[in-house]
């Protein structure tokens, strides 16, 4: 399945920014998801993620409460709410899937998108 990651741009703090995740060439109905994101220098972080039936999810403590993770089957594409951005949220955000795990561990997903960058002002 090919992923890609879109919606990054550039906001201020305090903004909300919705990102969304899109697949291709399967259906994502089967596949667990996850956001992660990276900022320069710094390691790939584990933000949040949902169950292939949409109905668990799981969230990194540091954005528990400000960002929400979504599925809608029906378009084949999850989300990523984010509210109250900060600037220390500035990075390029990733989704990934995998076929049935949806936590913390990069290595455990199979598939990767191309990433999309945010940018927060303070």
């Known amino acids: 399945v090919q992923l890609q990651a879109s919606g990054g741009g550039l906001v201020q703090a305090g903004d909300s920014l919705r990102l969304s995740c899109a697949a291709s060439?399967?259906?994502?109905?089967?596949?667990?998801v996850g956001w992660f994101r990276q900022a320069p220098g710094k390691e790939r972080e584990f933000l949040a993620g949902?169950?292939?039936?949409?109905?668990?999810?799981y969230y990194a403590d540091s954005v528990k409460g400000r960002f929400t993770i979504s599925k809608d089957t029906a378009k084949n594409a999850v989300y990523l709410q984010m509210n109250s951005l900060k600037p220390e949220d500035t990075a390029v955000y990733y989704c990934?899937?995998?076929?049935?795990?949806?936590?913390?561990?990069?290595?455990?997903?199979?598939?990767w998108g191309q990433g999309t960058l945010v940018t927060v002002s303070s």
């Open positions: 060439g399967r259906t994502f109905s089967p596949y667990a």
């Open positions: 990934a899937a995998s076929r049935t795990y949806f936590g913390p561990r990069v290595p455990a997903y199979d598939y």
């Open positions: 949902i169950r292939g039936t949409g109905d668990t999810t």
